[in-house]
Structures are given as C-alpha cells and as structure tokens.
C-alpha cells in the first residue's frame, strides 16, 4: 500500500532531514514511526502524504507513483486515498461536529453527506455531541472529530502525526483502539508518528528514525 524508496528531504537552509529511506508497508498494516525529535517523522509523513516534494527518491501509494503528479493530480489523489491526522485538531471553530463533518461531503460532491457523516459519528461514539462546537468538546472528542473528518472520504490509508499528543493516557488508548476497529472493519492502512511508548504494544511493527536514517 505504501512503498518509500530512496527517499530524501534536504530543506532550502541545507538541513538534511531524511537521508535515502527505503521501506514499504502492506494493505491493513498498523505501522508506528517512532524516534527522537527532529528525526524526520513529520517530513516522512508530509512526503508521503505529497504535501511536500522529496530532493530525491519516489513515494508509491496504492500502486500509483506520487512523485510524478503535479499539484491538482496530487490533490485528487489524496482526496480518494488518504487520510491525515494531527496532533492539533484543526476543527472549523464556528461549525457544529456535524458541519465538520458533512462540510467535507459536500465540497467532494457527495450525494447525502449527513447520512454518512452521521454514521461515521455514531461510529466514533459522538451521536450525543453532534451539535455542539468543538470548543465545547474534551481534547478526544476533539480528536474523534477529526478522524471522522478524515473518514468522510473513505481513505485507504491514515497518517497520523502525534494523534495522541495532546490527550492523556485513557484518551490516547481510545484514538489506538478506535485506530484499531477501522483497520478490522474496513481494512485501513496505518502510518503512526508518536513518542509515546505506551502505544507500541499496538503496531505490528514500529519503524524508528534517528538523524532523518532508519534504524534496524
Ligand atoms: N521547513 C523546514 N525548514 C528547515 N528545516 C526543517 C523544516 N521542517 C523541519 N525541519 C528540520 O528537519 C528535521 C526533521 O524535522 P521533523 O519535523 O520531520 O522531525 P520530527 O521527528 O517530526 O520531530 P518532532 O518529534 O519534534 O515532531 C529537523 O532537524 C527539523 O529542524
Ligand atoms: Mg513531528
């Protein structure tokens, strides 16, 4: 599902953040990146998400290579195919969870985005906070709400960036177990960056970074 070869990432100021990475990740794998900051998880995960360009190597996604797509290819292709999830929640402040939700639908064009959306939230077990504003919300309903976000488009694949970073322990534990459930039931592919050694009991393997190299 995912496939890094050679991968590179030398920002402008000379900052070589990933050096020549090799590796690849299975259809329904549950993968974890781990490693001290400033190693690279974040530009891994920017890469391969396509949010930005590698100085060298290829990024393949589902069988299509994502470094030979212009800006708009690039944009539908993550539209259809992948999901991402950040420590920082970036709700719509002034939306309702439910608007957070269909508002995604409705800019994809789809056909009854408040049925899904309202599925997806009885999912994440918001049914009883759909109409309230994030602010009114603890930091992993927050969290819930995003990932629900993320799955109005049907993503094949979920990168997470310190998903749990701002939750406590029990918080952090329901996101992974929620993580969990859409990789059984729907067969989701799953990139993690976390610190928190809590949570490696959950990856079936944990890819570590150190100085932008892979370990191991
Ligand atoms: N836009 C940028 N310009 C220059 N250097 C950058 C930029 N973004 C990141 N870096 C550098 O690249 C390296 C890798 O950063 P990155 O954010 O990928 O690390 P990280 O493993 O995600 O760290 P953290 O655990 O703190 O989130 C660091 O040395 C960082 O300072
Ligand atoms: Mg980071």
Known sequence: MILVENLSKVYPD?????????FSIA???????????????????????GLEKPTGGEVFVNGKRLTSMDEDELAEFRKSN???VFQFYYLLEDFSVLENLTIVGELAGQ????KKALEILEFLRLSHRINHKPYQLSGGEQQRTAIGRALMLNPKVI?????TGNLDL???RRIFELFLRLREERGITFLIATHNQEMKRYFDRVLRLRDGSLEN
Request: hydrophobic share 35%.
């Open 14 to 22: 000379g900052t070589k953040a990933l050096r020549n990475i090799t």
């Open 111 to 114: 056909k009854d985005p408040k």
């Open 82 to 84: 992948m999901g991402f």
């Open 27 to 49: 259809r329904g794998e549950f993968v974890g990146l781990m490693g001290p900051s400033g190693s690279g998880k974040s530009t891994l995960l920017h890469l391969i998400a």
């Open 159 to 163: 990168l997470a960036d310190e998903p």
């Open 170 to 172: 029990e918080e952090g």
